[in-house]
C-alpha cells in the first residue's frame, strides 16, 4: 500500500476542518468516543448539528476563536491507500504554518467558497502551492448547496481559477464542486450535482499517481552522521548514515563527496544489519567507501553523472516567516538537509504581490509572509539542486542565529 | 525492472530513523524516553536499525512513576540489557520526597501530572538537549499539532501558539542553554502502523499487551487492574476477567480491554474492528477535560 500526503487550504470559513471532518466520516474514519466527544462539544452550539470540524481543531484558542491556528495531522486510509492530512490554517497571520504544512504534501486541495469565488487567500495558497511545486492541486469549489448547486457559478469559478493556474504554471489541477457540509461529492457522488460528471474528492485522493514524484535519477546522499563503534571486531569500521534524498546507489558505484570532491567508490550499503547489492530514494542507509577519507555531517556523497551544483552565491525565491522584517545585508544560517552553512542576504530583488502577481522591484526590506526573491552568499559552497528540478536538494532554510527561530523558507533558483 | 517504491510502513520507517539521525547529528547530549510501552520500544528497534553496528548516541531513560506494570518494568531491564545500551531510571517516588510534593488523592490517584516533576529534574542532571520521545500524532488532539523537533523552555513548557515553522525534511534544533527539544520520530504513526511494524519487524513486546487473566474492577465502563495504588471500596467487585492491554501507562490510569487476543495478528484483527480510539478506550487521565494533554504539555509533559 502506498502513501499519500495531502494538505488542505483555503480562506477562513471556507470550510477546511468541515471538509476534513466530512471526509473521516465518510469513509467511516472517526471512531465512537470521538465522535461522542463532539455531539458533547457541539452540544454548546445554537443549532445542535454535530460540529465536523471540531474534529481537526485541536488547541483551546483555536476552539474558542473558531479559527485553525496551527496545522493538525490527520491519518486515516481506504483499502488502497493510507492518507497524511495537513489541515492547514486559512487566516493569512498564520500563512507560515500553512507553510510547514504545504512543504511535504503530494497534493494540495485549495477551498474556494461558491458564495465568494476567487479570493486573496486563494490566489496566496495557488502562489504557495506554486512556489513549493506541489504536484498535485484539487480546486474544490464548496458550499454548493449555499448556491443552488449552479453549474454556472461553478463553471465562473472554473474560468477565474484557471487563468490564475495558467499564470502560476500548476502542472495538474482538477476542479470539483462540493459540499463540506451535506457530504456532496466527498465521498459519495451528489445528487443535486447531477451536471458534473467527474470523480468524486476521494476518488481522486485515492488514484492520483505519486510514485513519479520521487527522482530516481539524480543520486543524492547528505551525510547525516558517521558510525564509528570502535570496538575491536570493529576496528576500522566507519560508517556514513543518512538518507537518499534521490537517486539509486549500487555496491560498487563510483561516488565523489560534495563540496570536498575526493573520489572513491561505495564498498558496502547496509540497512539494519544486512548488506544490499542496492539502495534507492528514499530509503535510509549506511554507506562504506572503499578508502578513508574526510568526510563529515553535512557533506553529500553523489555520483559521477547528474552532480548538483557546488555555489556559493545563491539566488533563492524565498517565504519570509519572522515577525522582525528581512532587511538586505542581514546574516543567517542557512540549512539544506544536513548542511549548516553561515550566511548573509545580499540584495532583495523584488517583492511579489500575490494579487496581481506584479513583481515590486528593489523593495526596502520584508515582512511577515511577503515572497520575495533574494540572493544569497554563503560563507561556504553548497551542494545544491534547483527546486524547480529536484524538490529535495533544492529546498533550504533560515535560522536567526540570535534566537534560533527559523525564519524563512528558500526555494533555490 | 526493480521495483523502486517504497511501501507505507518502509515510509514511515526512513522518515523515523532520518529524524533519529538528526537528533544524533545536531544535539550534545540527547535521551530516548523509554516507558517499556510499545511506541518507545519501537523507537529502540528503530534505533537499531539507525545506529548499528554502533552504539547508541544515548541512554535509554525511564521515568519510574512507581505505579507501573512489574512486568513493563522487567521487559525494560531485559531489553537494555540485551541490545547493551546504558538505562537511566529516575522515581518519582525521590523527587515527592525530596521536593516534598503533594501526591493527589482519590480513587486512582496518578502520578501523571508529577511525572513532570521527575522528567524536567532528570533533564536538568544530565543536561540533556534533546529527549526523544514516542508520541504519536494519531493519540490525540494536542499531539496533532505538535512539530517534529517541538522546542521547550528551560521549564519544559510548550507553546502551541509560536511553534517554529518546519518544512521539508529540514529540522532546526537550534537552542539557547537551559532550553530543550522534544523529539518525536513516529509522530506520523498510527496505532495501526505500530502493530504492523511490530508484525512484519517482529518485534517482543511485553506480556501484558496479550490476553491474560487480571483481577479487576469495572468503573465508568471501563476495567481497572486491582493493585496496591488504586482505593478499593466497598461496592467495588472484584472480576477475574481474560483482559489485555492497549497501551501501557500507570496501573491507576490505564485500562485494561476484555480480549482474548494472544498473538499479534489477533491484536491486529482486534483494533481494525474497534470502535473506539486508543486513548479513549484506555485512558482515564485524558478524559478531565478537552484540553488535558494541551494543558499537561504546555507544563512540561511529554
Not at chain 1, 219 to 227: E, L, M
Not at chain 2, 8 to 26: F, K, P, T
Not at chain 2, 106 to 119: D, I
Amino acid at each position: 500500500m502506498d502513501l499519500l500526503r495531502f494538505i488542505t487550504a483555503g480562506s477562513v470559513d471556507d470550510g477546511k476542518s468541515t471538509l476534513i471532518g466530512r471526509l473521516l466520516f465518510d469513509s467511516k474514519n472517526i471512531l465512537v468516543d470521538q465522535l461522542e466527544a463532539l455531539e458533547r462539544q457541539s452540544k454548546n452550539r445554537e443549532d445542535g448539528e454535530i460540529d465536523l470540524a471540531l474534529l481537526t481543531d485541536g488547541l483551546r484558542a483555536e476552539r474558542e476563536q473558531g479559527i485553525t491556528i496551527d496545522v493538525a495531522y490527520k491519518y486515516f486510509s481506504t483499502p488502497k491507500r493510507k492518507f497524511i492530512i495537513a489541515d492547514a490554517p486559512g487566516h493569512i497571520q498564520y500563512t507560515r504554518n500553512m507553510i510547514t504544512g504545504a512543504s511535504n504534501a503530494d497534493l494540495i486541495i485549495i477551498l474556494i467558497d461558491a458564495r465568494n469565488g476567487v479570493a486573496e487567500q486563494t490566489r496566496r495558497h495557488s502562489i504557495i502551492a506554486s512556489l513549493l511545486k506541489i504536484p498535485h492541486v484539487i480546486i474544490a469549489v464548496n458550499k454548493m448547496d449555499l448556491v443552488n448547486y449552479s453549474q454556472d457559478i461553478f463553471n465562473n469559478i472554473l474560468i477565474d481559477y484557471a487563468e490564475i493556474a495558467r499564470s502560476l504554471d500548476l502542472p495538474d489541477v482538477t476542479y470539483i464542486p462540493i459540499s463540506a457540509l451535506k457530504g456532496d461529492n466527498i465521498v459519495d457522488r451528489s445528487l443535486s450535482l447531477s451536471w458534473y460528471d467527474g470523480q468524486t474528492l476521494l476518488d481522486v485522493l485515492e488514484n492520483v499517481r505519486v510514485e513519479n514524484d520521487v527522482n530516481l535519477t539524480d543520486a543524492r546522499f547528505p551525510v547525516q552522521y558517521i558510525i564509528r563503534p570502535q570496538t575491536d571486531e570493529l576496528h576500522d569500521y566507519r560508517g556514513y548514515a543518512g538518507k537518499i534524498i534521490s537517486g539509486i546507489y549500487k555496491k560498487g558505484d563510483e561516488i565523489i563527496v560534495l563540496p570536498s570532491l575526493f573520489n572513491s567508490k561505495i564498498k558496502s550499503i547496509e540497512f539494519g544489519g544486512k548488506e544490499l547489492n542496492e539502495a534507492f530514494a528514499t530509503q535510509s542507509v549506511i554507506l562504506q567507501l572503499e578508502d578513508d577519507i574526510d568526510i563529515s555531517r553535512g557533506d553529500m556523497i553523489v555520483k559521477n553523472d547528474h552532480q548538483p551544483r557546488v555555489e556559493q552565491e545563491l539566488n533563492v525565491l524565498l517565504c519570509w516567516m519572522d515577525n522582525k522584517p528581512l532587511v538586505a545585508g542581514n546574516k543567517y544560517l542557512l540549512q539544506i538537509n544536513s548542511r549548516r552553512v553561515r550566511s548573509s542576504v545580499k540584495e532583495i530583488e523584488f517583492k511579489l504581490d500575490v494579487n496581481t502577481l506584479e513583481k515590486n522591484y528593489d523593495p526596502a526590506q520584508a515582512s511577515l509572509n511577503d515572497i520575495v526573491k533574494a540572493k544569497i552568499k554563503a560563507a561556504s559552497p553548497i551542494p545544491f539542486d534547483s527546486y524547480k528540478e529536484l524538490r529535495a536538494n533544492g529546498g533550504a532554510i533560515l535560522i536567526d542565529e540570535t534566537s534560533n527561530v527559523t525564519v524563512a523558507a528558500c526555494m533555490i533558483q | 525492472m526493480t521495483n523502486h517504491q517504497l511501501d507505507y510502513l518502509d515510509q514511515l520507517e526512513s522518515e523515523a530513523i532520518h529524524i533519529l539521525r538528526e537528533v544524533a547529528g545536531q544535539f550534545e547530549r540527547p535521551a530516548l524516553l523509554f516507558s517499556g510501552g510499545k511506541d518507545s520500544i519501537t523507537l529502540v528497534h528503530l534505533a537499531l536499525k539507525a545506529f548499528r553496528p554502533g552504539k547508541f548516541p544515548f541512554p535509554l531513560v525511564h521515568i519510574d512513576t512507581g505505579h507501573n506494570f512489574p512486568e513493563a518494568l522487567d521487559f525494560r531491564d531485559e531489553l537494555a540489557n540485551k541490545i547493551g545500551e546504558k538505562l537511566v531510571v529516575r522515581k518519582v517516588e525521590d523527587t515527592i520526597k525530596t521536593k516534598h510534593l503533594t501526591e493527589p488523592k482519590g480513587k486512582f490517584a496518578s502520578r501523571n501530572q508529577l511525572q513532570t516533576y521527575t522528567l524536567l529534574d532528570t533533564i536538568e542532571e544530565f543536561e540533556f538537549d534533546a529527549c526523544i520521545g514516542g508520541a504519536r500524532r494519531d493519540e490525540e488532539k494536542a499531539r496533532a499539532k505538535e512539530r517534529i523537533f517541538s522546542v521547550r523552555d528551560e521549564f519544559g513548557q510548550w507553546d502551541p501558539k509560536l511553534q517554529r515553522p518546519e518544512l521539508w525534511n529540514i529540522y532546526n534544533g537550534k537552542i539557547q542553554k537551559g532550553e530543550n527539544v522534544r523529539v518525536f520520530p513516529i509522530s506520523n504513526w498510527t496505532e495501526a502502523d505500530i502493530w504492523n511494524y511490530i508484525r512484519r519487524e517482529d518485534i517482543a513486546l511485553p506480556s501484558i499487551y496479550f490476553s491474560h487473566e487480571r483481577d479487576v474492577i469495572e468503573h465508568e465502563g471501563q476495567l481497572v487492574a486491582v493493585s496496591d495504588f488504586i482505593r478499593l471500596d466497598e461496592t467495588d467487585q472484584i472480576l477475574k476477567k481474560k483482559v489485555r492491554y492497549r497501551t501501557v501507562g500507570d496501573m491507576t490510569c490505564t485500562a485494561a480491554v476484555e480480549s482474548s487476543a494472544s498473538t499479534i495478528e489477533d491484536i491486529i484483527k482486534e483494533i481494525t474492528a474497534t470502535k473506539t480510539s486508543e486513548r479513549g478506550e484506555t485512558r482515564i487521565d485524558d478524559k478531565v477535560s478537552e484540553a488535558a494533554m494541551e494543558d499537561r504539555k504546555k507544563n512540561g509533559y511529554f
